[in-house]
């Protein structure tokens, strides 16, 4: 007999994962491309989108 043992869940879970991490940076594109800054720190671009803007 064949001493593999292939746990099924496993690679299920790391398919998962990876089709995850995928479609953040899918996302991530989408708002880097639609609101592009010259802020390269995420944190400080993530807090310029939600700043209130003045009234005009």
Wanted: glycine share 0%.
């Amino acid at each position: 007999m064949n001493d593999k043992i292939v746990d099924i869940n496993s690679k299920r879970d790391d398919v998962r994962h990876k089709r995850k991490e995928k479609q953040l940076n899918e996302l991530k594109n989408k708002f880097e491309k639609a609101l592009p800054t010259e802020e390269h720190d995420p944190k400080k671009k993530l807090l310029n989108l939600f700043k209130k803007k003045p009234k005009k």
